[in-house]
C-alpha cells in the first residue's frame, strides 16, 4: 500500500536502509523485531478500512527496549507509530512508521493509592485485566468501552476513549491525571497538573508554548469547540480555556496530560499513565425498553436520562436480527424482548444502594407508561443476566459486522454526536440521506450521551467510496445545523482527520497545526493523523482499493453460503455475486474478518487458545485472517494457501473452532486450516506422521487385531524413541493403546422398545476406550431404546472422516463422507436420531457435511445428528427419557468440555445430564482448548505448546480438585491431555450415567 509519508513532511527521503534498522533493532533490543513481509502485512490495518504497510514491528520487552527502539528510530529518522491492540475504527493505528506493540511485555500495574484512588499503569495494559486485578479493592477504572476485554489504557488515552457509562463518569480525559511520555526529541517528560509543573524544563517549555497558543484563538475556542460531553476531535486545547473551563477536573486545574489524551499518539509516546478510579457499585438493576418505532427509542431518551441511570444504549432492530442469528447471542437476547420491538434501550441504574436501584427501575416502567408505553420494560436485576445481556451490546459492531456478501456496515460517520433533544430528528434524517444513497444504516450504542453508532451499508469494492463522501458531506451539514460533535468518540485518524477543520474552523486548525509542531517538529510521531491528513476517500489507503484482486484458485469446500448479494434497504439475498469466481466465497468469509481483535480476550471462552499461550498477532484468529487475505489477494506472492506464509500463520492453530463461536463474526479458522492443509498437501506432499494420523480409521482394526503386539512397543523404551524420532512425535507422550473392537461384538437391543436411536460409534471410541461405546449403549438401553450402530457385519465402520481433513487429504474426507451420508439416509428418513459419543466426530455431521455440496441430504443429517448428551435432553424434555439414577460414590465432578462442544453450545446438554445424578455436585471448568487437539499434542514441534495451553487453566484446576472429585470430559483428546498431564483419570459422561442407572 502507499506511504502515508508521501503527503506530509516527514524526511523519508532521509531514513536509512530498512535492513540496516531492522539489524540495528534485533542487535540492541530483547524484544522482537519484525520485518518479514507476512508481519509486517498483519500490522497493516486495524478495525478501519484502511491498510498501510509499516517499515517494520518492534515487541519492547521493557521500558528500556522501548527507550532504545525510539532512539533507534531517531537517528534512522523513522516515524513512530505506537500501538496497543489495533482496535482503532478510524485508521489512528496504520502508518508508514516502525510500531512499537506495547500489548506482549509492558502491561504492568506500576504504582497503586487505595486511598487516593489512583493507579500508575504500562500503557500496554488491557481494560479487563486492570479492572480484575482492582476488582478486591472495591474500586475500578470506568471507562468501560465495548473492547475492554482486548484494548489497552495506551490506546484509550491516544484515543480518548469513552464507554457505555460516560454519562456518568465521563470519557478518558476526565479520568487520566497524569502521563510520563517519551517525546519527539528523545526527552523524558512528566505531565500533569500546569501549576504543578516544574518552573524549568522541556514540559515547562511546551506548556507555556501550548497556552501562548491557545490564549491566542480563546475566542475560537469559546465558539468552535462543541459543547456535548462526546467531542474527541483535534487537540484538547480549551483544557487552558479558565474563563469557560471544561470539566476536566473536579478542582478546574488545566492539567497538561489532558492534551496528550486524545491525540493519537502525535506528540509523544506513553510510559506510563496515571488514572483516577472510581467506587465499584455494589449493585446494579437493568431495564430493557421495548419500543414498536425507531424514532420513539429516540424521542424518549431525553426523558429517560431525567432518571439519572448511569447507562442508556441502543440495540436496533437490524443488530436484534443478527443477534438471533448467533447460537450464542440468541437465547440472551430473546429473554430481553416483548413481540417484535423495532429497537430496544438498555438502561442501567448502579449505586451502593439496592433497594435504591429496584426503585429507579420501577420509576423507569412508570416513565415509560406515562410516556404511553406501558408494559414495555423487561426487568433484569439479576446479575447473570444482565451480564450476559451487555455482553451481547458490547458485541454490538462485531454482530454487525456479521453481514455475509460484499456490502457491509462501513465506519465513517458512526460517532457524530447531537444534543439529546435533536436526537430523533437528527436519526431519522440522516436515514432518509441513507435511503437517498439506496442503503440503509445500522444503528446502535450511546443513546444517553447522544452518540449512536450508524454504519451505511456500502460496498467500497465498488461505489461505496463514492457514496462514503456525499453521505459524510450531508451528514456533516445535519451534524453542525444541531451543533454537534462530527468526532464524537472514535477519534479522527485517517477517516476524519480532513474534518478536522471544517469541525473547528482553518484558525483553530492552523493551531492544531502549531502544537504538534511544538511538540514534533519533524513530524516523526505518527505522522498524518489530526493534522495534514490525506483525505478519506483517498483510495490508496483503503484495505480494498479498486485495484484490489484476488488470485485464482479452487477451494475444496462449498464456500457459496459467503458468496451472496444483499439489498442494504430491504435486506433481501439476491443472486450469487461474483458467479463464476470459486475463490468468491472463501476470500467473503475470510473477509468477515473486521479487525476488531475480539479474539485477544482472555476473560472466558475458547478464543483463542494459540494466541494467550504466545501473545503473538501472527498466532491469533485476527492475524492468521489478515494472513490469509493477503495471500488470497496476492499481496504475499502467488503461492496462495500452499505458501509458507499460511503454514506459518497456522501452524499453532489447534482447529478448536472457538472462533465460529466467540466470534461474532463468525470466522472458522478451522474450516480455513482444513483448506490451507489441503493445498499444501497437493503442492508438496504429505508425511509419514500425516499420512499415519490421516489412515488411523483404516489400519485401527488391524492395530486392534494385533494389539498386544502394537501396545508393547511402549514396554520396549529404545523402539518407542526410535519410533516416536522417525515419526516426528513427542518422546513424551504415550502412544495410544487399542483395546478390542466394540462394533464387532454380538450386539443385541430389546426388540420389542418402541424407539429407535443409530449409536454412532467412532474409531476412538470403538477400538480404544470400548467402554463409554458399552455404556452409551446401556444407557440407551434402559431408557428403552432399540440401538442400532453405524457397522453392518463383515462392513468397515462409519468414519466421519475428520483424521483425512486434519492431514491434509480432503478428497478421501469427502469419500468417507458420502459413504456415512448414504447409509444414514434410510435411519433419518425414519426420524431416527443419530447420537455420537467424541464430539469432533458427530458435529463433523453438523458442520463439514454441510459444505462437501451434498445439499439437501446433508441437511437433514445435520438435524438429526446428536451428541449423546444432547439426545438424552431432547429425550427428556419430550417426556421419552424414564431413566432411574441413583448417587455415585463421589459427590463431585469436575467437568471440562470439549471445544466443539463449546462452539456449538453443546455443554450446556453434559452440565444438564450430569445434573439429573443425585447429590452430585457439578463444577464446570472455566477453560480454553486442553491443548491436545488430535495430533496436535503428539508432534514434536508442538509439545511445549500443547502443555502450555493446558496449564492455563485446565491442569491448574484439575491439580486443585481434590482426589474426591470425577473428573469429567467427553474428548478423547482432552482425556488424554488430562492424563499425561496430571496423571489423573477423566471419564465421558456416559461411564458416569452407567454407573448411576438404578
Known amino acids: 500500500m502507499t506511504s502515508l509519508t508521501d503527503k506530509?513532511?516527514?524526511?523519508?527521503?532521509?531514513?536509512?536502509?530498512?535492513?540496516?534498522?531492522?539489524?540495528?533493532l534485533a542487535r540492541e533490543l530483547e524484544g522482537e523485531v519484525l520485518f518479514d513481509q507476512a508481519s509486517r502485512g498483519r500490522y497493516s490495518t486495524d478495525a478501519s478500512i484502511y491498510q498501510v504497510t509499516p517499515v517494520g514491528v518492534v515487541i519492547p520487552r521493557?521500558?528500556?527496549?522501548?527507550?532504545?527502539?525510539?532512539?533507534?528510530?531517531?537517528?534512522?529518522?523513522?516515524?513512530i507509530l505506537a500501538r496497543g491492540a489495533g482496535t482503532s475504527q478510524c485508521g489512528q493505528t496504520v502508518g508508514e512508521a516502525l510500531v512499537i506493540d506495547t500489548t506482549r511485555w509492558l502491561k504492568e500495574i506500576v504504582e497503586f493509592d487505595p486511598e487516593a484512588r489512583t493507579v500508575v499503569v504500562e500503557p500496554g495494559i488491557v481494560l479487563d485485566h486492570l479492572n480484575a486485578w482492582l476488582k478486591p479493592h472495591g474500586l475500578w477504572y470506568p471507562v468501560d468501552v465495548s473492547t475492554s476485554a482486548q484494548c489497552t489504557l495506551g490506546g484509550m488515552t491516544g484515543n480518548n476513549s469513552c464507554g457505555s457509562r460516560s454519562i456518568r463518569y465521563g470519557n478518558m480525559v476526565h479520568n487520566v491525571l497524569g502521563v510520563d511520555a517519551w517525546l519527539a526529541d528523545g526527552s523524558e517528560g512528566q505531565f500533569g497538573f500546569v501549576d504543578a509543573l516544574p518552573e524549568r524544563g522541556p514540559v515547562r517549555e511546551l506548556a507555556d508554548r501550548v497556552k501562548a497558543i491557545a490564549d491566542g484563538v480563546a475566542p475560537e475556542i469559546r465558539e468552535h469547540f462543541p459543547?456535548?460531553?462526546?467531542?474527541?476531535?483535534?487537540?484538547?486545547?480549551?483544557?487552558?480555556?479558565?474563563?469557560?473551563?471544561?470539566?476536566?477536573?473536579?478542582?478546574?486545574?488545566?492539567?497538561?496530560?489532558?492534551?496528550?489524551?486524545?491525540?493519537?499518539?502525535t506528540l509523544g509516546v506513553s510510559r506510563r499513565i496515571t488514572l483516577r478510579l472510581s467506587p465499584l457499585p455494589e449493585h446494579k438493576v437493568l431495564g430493557v425498553v421495548n419500543f414498536p418505532t425507531f424514532y420513539q427509542a429516540m424521542d424518549l431518551t431525553q426523558h429517560i436520562v431525567t432518571l439519572d441511570p448511569t447507562a442508556v444504549e441502543l440495540v436496533d432492530r437490524t443488530m436484534i436480527d443478527l443477534s438471533l442469528e448467533n447460537p450464542a447471542f440468541r437465547p440472551v437476547i430473546e429473554k430481553a424482548l416483548i413481540g417484535r420491538p423495532q429497537a430496544v434501550l438498555l438502561v442501567e441504574f448502579a449505586g451502593q444502594d439496592r433497594e435504591a436501584q429496584l426503585a429507579s427501575l420501577a420509576r423507569l416502567s412508570e416513565l415509560m407508561a406515562d410516556l404511553g408505553l406501558p408494559d414495555s420494560v423487561v426487568e433484569m436485576p439479576a446479575p447473570?443476566?444482565?451480564?450476559?445481556?451487555?455482553?451481547?451490546?458490547?458485541?454490538?459492531?462485531?454482530?454487525?459486522?456479521?453481514?455475509?456478501?460484499?456490502?457491509?456496515?462501513?465506519?465513517?460517520?458512526?460517532?457524530?454526536?447531537?444534543?439529546?433533544?435533536?436526537?430523533?430528528?437528527?436519526?431519522?434524517?440522516?436515514?432518509?440521506v441513507f435511503h437517498r444513497y439506496g442503503t440503509e444504516g445500522t444503528w446502535y450504542a450511546h443513546a444517553s450521551v447522544g452518540t449512536l453508532h450508524v454504519r451505511p451499508i456500502l460496498d467500497m469494492r465498488r461505489d461505496g467510496a463514492e457514496k462514503m463522501r456525499e453521505i459524510a458531506e450531508q451528514a456533516s451539514a445535519l451534524v453542525r445545523e444541531y451543533k454537534g460533535a462530527y468526532s464524537g468518540e472514535h477519534g479522527d485518524g485517517l477517516c476524519r482527520g480532513e474534518w478536522v477543520a471544517w469541525q473547528f474552523g482553518e484558525t483553530l486548525n492552523d493551531a492544531f497545526r502549531a502544537v504538534k509542531g511544538a511538540f514534533d517538529p519533524e513530524n516523526r510521531l505518527n505522522p498524518g493523523k489530526i493534522v495534514d491528513t490525506p483525505r478519506m476517500d483517498d483510495d490508496r489507503y483503503f484495505r480494498f482499493p479498486k485495484a484490489y484482486r484476488r488470485i485464482p484458485l479452487a477451494p475444496v469446500f462449498d464456500w457459496s453460503g459467503w458468496n451472496v448479494t444483499r439489498d442494504p434497504l430491504t435486506g433481501e439475498q439476491g443472486e450469487p455475486g461474483s458467479a463464476g469466481d470459486p475463490t468468491h466465497g472463501l476470500a467473503m468469509a475470510v473477509e468477515m474478518c473486521n479487525n476488531n481483535g475480539h479474539c485477544r480476550k482472555f476473560d472466558a471462552g475458547t478464543m483463542c487458545p494459540s494466541y494467550r499461550i504466545t501473545r503473538d498477532?501472527?498466532?491469533?484468529?485476527?492475524?492468521?485472517?489478515?494472513?490469509?487475505?493477503?495471500?488470497?489477494?496476492?499481496?504475499?506472492?502467488?503461492?496462495?494457501?500452499?505458501?509458507?506464509?499460511?503454514?506459518?500463520?497456522?501452524?499453532?492453530?489447534?482447529?478448536?473452532?472457538?472462533?465460529?463461536?466467540?466470534?461474532?463474526?463468525?470466522?472458522?479458522?478451522?474450516?480455513?486450516?482444513?483448506?490451507?492443509?489441503?493445498?499444501?498437501a497437493r503442492a508438496r506432499g504429505l508425511s509419514l506422521r500425516d499420512r499415519l494420523v490421516g489412515e488411523m480409521p483404516r489400519y485401527a482394526p488391524w492395530a486392534s487385531r494385533f494389539a498386544g503386539l502394537v501396545n508393547g512397543v511402549e514396554r520396549v523404551p529404545v523402539l518407542a524413541r526410535a519410533i516416536k524420532r522417525t515419526l516426528g512425535l513427542a518422546p513424551q507422550r504415550s502412544l495410544p493403546a487399542f483395546r478390542g473392537n466394540f462394533l464387532a461384538e454380538p450386539h443385541e437391543s430389546p426388540a420389542l422398545a418402541s424407539r429407535e436411536v443409530l449409536l454412532f460409534v467412532d474409531t476412538f471410541n470403538n477400538y480404544?476406550?470400548?467402554?463409554?461405546?458399552?455404556?452409551?449403549?446401556?444407557?440407551?438401553?434402559?431408557?428403552?431404546?432399540?440401538?442400532?450402530?453405524?457397522?453392518?457385519?463383515?462392513?468397515?465402520?462409519?468414519?466421519?472422516?475428520?483424521?483425512?481433513?486434519?492431514?491434509?487429504?480432503f478428497d478421501k474426507a469427502r469419500l468417507e463422507a458420502r459413504r456415512t451420508l448414504d447409509h444414514l439416509m434410510p435411519h433419518v428418513k425414519r426420524g431416527?436420531?443419530?447420537?455420537?459419543?467424541?464430539?469432533?466426530?458427530?458435529?463433523?455431521?453438523?458442520?463439514?457435511?454441510?459444505?462437501?455440496?451434498?445439499?439437501?441430504?446433508?441437511?437433514?443429517?445435520?438435524r438429526s445428528a446428536f451428541l449423546f448428551e444432547e439426545f438424552l435432553v431432547r429425550a427428556r424434555d419430550a417426556g421419552e427419557l424414564p431413566l432411574e439414577l441413583k448417587a455415585l460414590p463421589q459427590r463431585r465432578a469436575m467437568l471440562h468440555g470439549h471445544c466443539h462442544q463449546k462452539a456449538f453450545d453443546a455443554l450446556r446438554p453434559v452440565e444438564t445430564v450430569l445434573s439429573w445424578i443425585p447429590d452430585l455436585e457439578v463444577e464446570t471448568?472455566?477453560?480454553?482448548?486442553?491443548?491436545?487437539?488430535?495430533?496436535?499434542?503428539?508432534?514434536?514441534?508442538?509439545?511445549?505448546?500443547?502443555?502450555?495451553?493446558?496449564?492455563?487453566?485446565?491442569?491448574?484446576?484439575?491439580?486443585?480438585?481434590?482426589?474426591?472429585?470425577?473428573?469429567?470430559?467427553?474428548?478423547?483428546?482432552?482425556?488424554?491431555?488430562?492424563?499425561?498431564?496430571?496423571?489423573?483419570?477423566?471419564v465421558h459422561v456416559a461411564r458416569l450415567l452407567e454407573q448411576a442407572l438404578a
Open 227 to 265: 459543547k456535548v460531553l462526546r467531542r474527541v476531535g483535534g487537540y484538547n486545547l480549551d483544557l487552558f480555556d479558565c474563563q469557560n473551563p471544561r470539566p476536566y477536573d473536579p478542582e478546574g486545574r488545566a492539567n497538561l496530560a489532558h492534551l496528550l489524551v486524545g491525540s493519537e499518539g
Open 832 to 862: 431416527v436420531a443419530i447420537v455420537g459419543l467424541e464430539p469432533s466426530c458427530l458435529l463433523t455431521l453438523r458442520d463439514e457435511f454441510l459444505q462437501y455440496g451434498f445439499g439437501k441430504e446433508a441437511e437433514a443429517l445435520s
Open 384 to 432: 447473570a443476566e444482565q451480564k450476559a445481556l451487555w455482553n451481547v451490546r458490547k458485541a454490538g459492531l462485531n454482530i454487525m459486522m456479521s453481514m455475509k456478501g460484499d456490502g457491509k456496515p462501513v465506519s465513517f460517520i458512526e460517532d457524530c454526536a447531537v444534543p439529546l433533544e435533536h436526537l430523533a430528528e437528527y436519526t431519522d434524517r440522516l436515514t432518509e
Open 925 to 986: 471448568i472455566e477453560s480454553s482448548c486442553c491443548g491436545m487437539a488430535g495430533s496436535f499434542g503428539y508432534e514434536v514441534e508442538h509439545y511445549d505448546a500443547s502443555l502450555a495451553m493446558a496449564e492455563l487453566s485446565l491442569l491448574p484446576a484439575i491439580r486443585e480438585a481434590g482426589d474426591d472429585a470425577v473428573l469429567v470430559a467427553d474428548g478423547t483428546s482432552c482425556r488424554h491431555q488430562i492424563q499425561d498431564g496430571s496423571g489423573r483419570e477423566a
Open 768 to 809: 480404544q476406550e470400548g467402554d463409554n461405546a458399552r455404556a452409551a449403549r446401556r444407557v440407551l438401553e434402559a431408557a428403552g431404546y432399540r440401538v442400532h450402530l453405524n457397522a453392518r457385519p463383515g462392513q468397515r465402520p462409519l468414519c466421519c472422516g475428520r483424521t483425512y481433513l486434519s492431514s491434509g487429504q
Open 8 to 24: 506530509t513532511s516527514s524526511p523519508d527521503a532521509r531514513v536509512k536502509p530498512v535492513t540496516e534498522l531492522a539489524a540495528r
Open 617 to 680: 498477532e501472527q498466532h491469533l484468529t485476527r492475524g492468521r485472517a489478515n494472513t490469509l487475505r493477503l495471500v488470497l489477494s496476492g499481496q504475499l506472492g502467488e503461492a496462495g494457501l500452499a505458501s509458507d506464509e499460511v503454514k506459518e500463520a497456522l501452524d499453532l492453530c489447534v482447529s478448536c473452532k472457538g472462533c465460529k463461536r466467540d466470534c461474532p463474526t463468525g470466522v472458522d479458522m478451522a474450516k480455513f486450516k482444513i483448506e490451507a492443509r489441503t493445498a499444501r
Open 62 to 79: 521493557h521500558q528500556q527496549d522501548l527507550t532504545a527502539a525510539l532512539e533507534i528510530a531517531r537517528d534512522a529518522r523513522v516515524p
